[in-house]
Structures are given as structure tokens and as C-alpha cells.
């Protein structure tokens, strides 16, 4: 299969733990989208790499959320000290640099914070 | 970008077409109308997009006005696999991020 992946698929955690989502996007597209989707609400865009590059970042990304790129290939999501807030579909996506039509999505990480 | 405006459900009887309505009334002449799709515990899915010209593919037409303040999603014969959420988005061609700003969208249910 050669469509986004993201892993894990769910995750349950308590409140104050420390939890990492991974994406691997397809391959040769050199820009990486995060997106947070709540229930009932479309997804909403948190941050987006180009290769290695950190580009922008959402208001909605607060200190305790960190992603990172390293090798511009796969992504990692981390939130730190997470609130039942933070509950929620994690959704990455990717695309050529050159495209400005089709994001493609991978199938998320649903979050749940006990 | 533009903000979109879009009815939160409908029902559609399954090998009928189903039409989807989109507000923009704010669109600028470089936004483009773009459609995804979300089925349930899946990511947003690409459908089509277009200017100011209709256009049409494999999934749908997209119908917009001349005065591009309003457009309609075609799904020609729906199927129960249609049932999903539609977005309407409205967004620019640039260098900048090309990031996507979701609504609500409507939820279709297409019926037996």
C-alpha cells in the first residue's frame, strides 16, 4: 500500500502522560500536513513541514504539542502532559510540493485522554 | 480564505443523484472551490475542484455559478458507499502552505 499511514491507529492514555503519533506519508511528497479533527467538527490544520522544515505552525498548536521531521521523510506528533482536551482524531496528510489540487490523508490516530 | 457556507445534512435514495450545495459569497477571484469527502473513521478524500469553468471526473461534477458565489457537488447515481460528510472549501494557488480550512460539511445519507 502506498497511501499515508499513521501510526498508532488508536491510543488510550490518562491525563498527564506523554503520548507520540507517527506518520509516514507517501513517498517523495515533500510536504507533511497535521490536522486535529474533534467530534462532530471538520478537521482543523495544526502544522505542516516541507521536507525537513517546520513552515507553520496553528495557534491551535500549544507548547505541549511538538512535531518534528528529521530526515523529511516519516513525522512524529507529541503532546506532552495531556488534558482530556487533547482527546480527538489526529489526521496527517501529504502532498508534492508542486500540487496545489489533492491532499492525501491517511486514516488518522484517534486519541482518547482518560 | 472565503468562508463556505453548506446545509449540515441531507438524504439522498440510493441510485438517484444527490446535490450538494456550497455558499462563497465572499469568494475571491483567485480562490478555487475545492470538495472532499470524509467517510466515517476515515481521512478526508480528494473529489474535484474548479475555478470558475465546471467540471467534471470519475466521482462527480461541480457545478459553479457565474458569479461564483455558490456551487453544487454532483454525485450523478449515489450509492450507500456515498454516505459521508462533504466539505466545500474555498482556498487560493500559492507557495504558502495550501493548508486546508474545513467547515462543517454536510452529512449525506444515502438510502435504500
Known amino acids: 500500500d502506498t497511501g499515508v499511514s499513521q501510526d498508532p491507529r488508536h491510543k488510550i492514555t490518562k491525563r498527564g502522560q506523554n503520548v507520540t503519533f507517527r506518520c509516514d506519508p507517501i513517498s517523495e511528497h515533500n510536504r507533511l500536513y497535521w490536522y486535529r479533527q474533534t467530534l462532530g467538527q471538520g478537521p482543523e490544520f495544526l502544522t505542516y513541514?516541507?521536507?525537513?522544515?517546520?513552515?507553520?505552525k496553528s495557534r491551535l498548536l500549544s507548547d505541549r504539542f511538538s512535531a518534528e521531521r528529521p530526515k523529511g521523510s516519516f513525522s512524529t506528533l507529541e503532546i506532552q502532559r495531556t488534558e482530556q482536551g487533547d482527546s480527538a482524531m489526529y489526521l496527517c496528510?501529504?502532498?508534492?510540493?508542486?500540487?496545489?489540487?489533492?491532499?492525501?490523508f491517511g486514516p488518522g490516530t484517534r486519541l482518547t485522554v482518560l | 480564505d472565503a468562508k463556505t457556507t453548506q446545509p449540515p445534512s441531507m438524504d439522498c435514495a440510493e441510485g438517484r443523484a444527490a446535490n450538494l450545495p456550497c455558499n462563497h459569497s465572499t469568494i475571491s477571484g483567485n480562490e478555487y472551490v475545492y470538495w472532499y469527502r470524509q467517510i466515517h473513521s476515515q481521512g478526508p478524500q480528494y473529489i474535484i475542484h474548479?475555478?470558475?469553468n465546471n467540471e467534471t471526473n470519475e466521482m462527480a461534477s461541480l457545478i459553479i455559478t457565474e458569479d461564483r458565489k455558490s456551487s453544487t457537488l454532483i454525485l450523478p447515481h449515489a450509492t450507500l458507499r456515498d454516505t459521508a460528510v462533504y466539505y466545500c472549501i474555498v482556498r487560493v494557488h500559492n507557495n504558502a502552505g495550501n493548508m486546508l480550512t474545513f467547515g462543517g460539511g454536510t452529512r449525506l445519507m444515502v438510502k435504500p
Open positions: 513541514f516541507q521536507n525537513e522544515a517546520q513552515l507553520e
Open positions: 474548479g475555478l470558475k
Open positions: 496528510a501529504s502532498t508534492p510540493e508542486s500540487s496545489y489540487n489533492e491532499q492525501f
